[in-house]
């Protein structure tokens, strides 16, 4: 095994973690506001909930990235999330600047939760006393 190859999969844990945290403490929660984020899920039919359960499942998972926490299950969450961004954003076309915001990014997010769900964690985590380290 190379001795840097545990740093890639830590740089996009790391990066997706603070992704995730911006869009959503940032984004949703402060550009958009509460309400508009909601109004938007409502506009899709979404029922209200569902806003709510998206940017905790963002804010959580971002810390739980960042930290290298439960790493393969929390790429996993936020890789549906973001499939389901895709779908929100479909109708606005391919480019994310595009009025609405296209699907390119939320795509991209999902396929790099998927690659980050297939790597792991990476180096530099917690690890809690119950984790055995590998040998």
């Known amino acids: 095994m190379n ?21 959503s403490a940032y984004l949703k929660v402060f550009v958009f506001t509460i309400p508009g984020t ?31 926490v439960r790493v393969r299950e ?14 929100a954003h479909f109708g606005a076309g391919w480019v994310f600047s595009n009025q609405g915001g296209g699907w390119e ?8 939760c998927g690659v980050q769900f297939l790597l792991g964690p990476g180096a530099f985590r917690v690890r809690f006393p119950s984790e055995q380290v590998p040998a």
Do not use: D, N, Q
């Not at 001795?3 to 869009?23: D, N, Q, S």
């Not at 909601?38 to 960042?66: D, N, Q, R, W």
């Open 3 to 23: 001795r840097y190859e545990a740093y890639g999969p830590t740089v996009l844990r790391i990066a997706l973690g603070i992704i995730f945290l911006a869009h």
């Open 38 to 68: 909601v109004g938007f899920f409502e506009s899709l039919g979404l029922p209200a909930v569902s806003a709510y359960a998206v940017m905790a499942a963002e804010i959580i998972g971002g810390t739980l990235l960042i930290l290298g």
């Open 74 to 87: 929390t790429a996993a969450v936020l890789g549906i999330v973001s499939l389901g961004a895709t779908w």
């Open 105 to 112: 990014y939320p795509l991209f997010l999902a396929v790099a």
